[in-house]
């Protein structure tokens, strides 16, 4: 099937130029934090709180590190004074001693606010390492790339689609967002980074999910100028909260203290009524059952419940206390995003056509089983058994098990079966190919085949039409419909589109061990989800399994009609060699009493001799003359000595005796080519021969005859080719009679082809080829070039069953 490919609408180049954002700023936060190793540090991760106005321990602190594993300190802890003086005035130098103190006198002497109590804690001075920069960083990156990732192939996927614009957009959003988690600079360096990254983010993804509520699962076309209707004050949010970091803005230099405030509360509006309407619009689709809508949507859903569920619980904790949830850092929780950009990105791109559509579904739904179970592991260990301290580096850990689970789904093992039999969407195969299988073993005969065929592979592809074709019974085309299976008569020389309701989307053929029977037409699917590699797999596998039916059917049709046709060759045969004895022998037998008797009376009268000896030469002629005439009718019972080198003398002989006979002008080439053919081969290839010369001569009434005879390195031709009235290899009556039915089984036995081109009008030419090293019961394949329009031109025995009587 082929896939359109499209060029980049201008949005999408856009859109581009907004995937470097997160690519940069993922840089710039990784290459700053790398400056960090070698800093001192009281082992905790201070960062400016503007909702506590303090400088408080950040929420993606690692939990192993000396100040929080001991317990001095926990996530939302305000530092206000390290070592006597005031953090907002604290120079870095000042922990260099203790950093570097391996006597216990490392200690920092810390004055702390927790809620509206002031404490008092000793924590652990020293130097930051690559390690506790993995920590704060590594996560954090692999997460960006990744949900950038997801961006990209949605947006390429699909990229003159509205819907996979705005995903991609919110995903590159996402990816910024999360990049400006943590960095390593400067409190005026990193006030223009968070700017750029966390505040102008999230100032769009409220109105980017409200924009998706009119486009999933289908556009709402009465209302869809609405769906920019939240930008603006997007927009307005951004420039409020930019202002409050960077004061740009000259007129609001009155309400600058406040805008922050304003901007996050106009940020959080946007988002619950984007959230609102685009989860509940799903929702009202899953409610509704209307598939595969709500398959879809039922999807979406559960992708955004296990996504986002956790993730958002977490960060009400947080909010509510200050308190980063079950002892741990948020890095874990962001591994749950995992889940909800994969299955997002699996919902809009399984309707949609594109290159390499089933690989990229089933890798995002391997992505998504195993990003699920390294969650679950996750939380069963955090509240199940240890609660340990979950830090950037175990949480890299669940990236590794996450790709290593993979592995699991490419060995055979109970946990792959279960996968492939409920998850994948083409695992179906093995049901849909028994229950075919079970279906096609009940038919009775070749229509019952092709009706039966037509209605299975419908109701399995899902499609609008499905119609077969059988060389066998050309005249006639099954459609199955939704509706109704019926019987159309077409006209030969046909195509396709002469009896198809329109263009198929998929055309198979109907072979058999290297024999084409007929032509399979799939129509398009009366589902939103279109076809694919992975059903013109399926389709394959059902078309051999119809046409290896069909070769059964076949068989049996004409080993049922082998009898009568034995019978009524037999009957013919003894009608032609009674009717050449009739005209040949028995003439000169039943002359032979009266011409004695003349002699007789001739001998009584005394009769000279010389009256005498004419009758005598005269029976003796025609006694000559009859036995010639049975020593023909014996080498017709009889052929003589055949083989490498008398082959085409015993072919030239027989043409050169038959067409006297019919007074038919013979040419004969290369009677004397010798070819090393065994006695068997050259026996039943001398009958071909002769059954096609002498169709030709009872039947076609040439003027004119021609056998050629040519061998080569590969194997050795015969061709007989006569003027004569030729026929049509298309109609019905011509199947009938067995002198091309013997034809076609000789030449089956010895592995020769034998084809047959024949127009009314036009002469018939025969050609039989036995190729070198052929094995006894080779089939030939039929050349792929030969179009509809010679339908006329058959090639045997691959179609075997599709030949005219002579």
Sequence with gaps: ???????????????????????????????????????????????????????AVSPITPPSWSGMAGGALQTGDCVEVI??????????????????????????????????????????????????????????????????????????????????????????????????????????SGRYYTAFTIVSSMAWIGPLHYHLAFLTPRPVARFAPMRFA??????????????????????????????????????????????????????????????????????????????????????????????????TSFQPFLFFLVILCTGTAYVILRYQSFAYRGRILNILTIIYLSAAIACAIMLFVLIGIVRMPVDGLVFTLLWSATFATTLIWHTDNPFRRLYRRFFLRHQHHYEATFDFATQMSRVSDLDAAAQQGAELVRSTILSDWVAVHLFLTPERVWLATATTTEQRQVSVPLHHSAFLPETPAI??????????????????????????????????????????????????????????????AQEQERERIAQEIHDGVMPFLGALPLGLMQIEKKVQMNAPVDTIIPICEAYRERAAGTAKELRSIMRHLQPPLVGATHLGLAIRAFTQEICSLYNVEATIKGAEIAYPLDEFTARHAYRIIQQAITNALQHARPTALEVSISAHENGWTCRVNDNGSGFDLQQPHQRQGFGLFSMRERARIIGATLEIDSHPKQGTMVTLRVEKGTKIGNEAQEPQSMSEEKRTSILLPNNRYNTPAR
Aim: hydrophobic share 55%; with cysteine.
């Design 1 to 55: 099937m082929k896939t359109l490919q499209h060029s980049l609408s201008w949005q999408a180049r856009a859109l581009l130029l907004l995937a470097c954002a997160p690519i940069i700023a993922g840089a710039i936060s990784f290459a700053s934090a790398l400056n960090l190793i070698g800093q001192p540090s009281i082992g905790v991760l201070l960062l400016w709180q503007e909702a506590l106005r303090c400088h």
């Design 83 to 188: 070592n006597d003086l005031p953090t907002n005035a604290w120079p870095r130098y000042e922990l260099e001693r203790p950093a570097d103190t391996t006597d216990g006198k490392n200690l920092a002497f810390l004055i702390a606010r927790r809620g509206n109590e002031l404490f008092v804690a000793q924590v652990t001075a020293l130097r930051l390492t690559w390690i506790h920069v993995l920590q704060l960083q590594l996560g954090i990156i692999l997460l960006v790339l990744f949900v950038w990732t997801m961006a990209l192939v949605v947006l390429l996927a699909q990229p003159r689609a509205e819907a996979n614009r705005v995903f991609a957009a919110l995903f590159f959003v996402l990816a910024l967002a999360i990049a400006g988690l943590f960095h390593g600079l400067d409190d005026a």
């Design 230 to 327: 939240l930008y603006p004050v997007g927009l307005g949010a951004m420039i409020l909260h930019l202002d409050s970091m960077l004061g740009f803005v000259p007129f609001l230099q009155p309400w600058h203290g406040e805008a922050a405030w304003v901007a996050s509360i106009i940020n959080g509006l946007t988002l619950l009524i984007g959230l609102a309407m685009f989860l509940g619009r799903a929702g009202f689709w899953a409610w509704r059952r209307v598939r595969p809508v709500s398959d879809q949507m039922l999807i979406l859903l559960i992708s955004w419940g296990f996504g986002a569920g956790p993730l958002t619980l977490a960060s009400s904790y947080y909010l509510l206390t200050y308190r980063a949830p079950l002892g």
């Design 507 to 568: 055309v198979c053929p109907l072979a058999s061990k290297g024999e084409q029977l007929g032509i399979l037409y799939v129509g398009p699917r009366n589902v939103s989800e279109p076809l694919d590699e992975e059903d013109e797999r399926l389709v394959g596998l059902l078309a051999t399994l119809l046409a290896n039916t069909v070769q059964i059917q076949a068989h049996i049709q004409r080993l049922a009609a082998t009898p009568k046709m034995i019978i009524t």
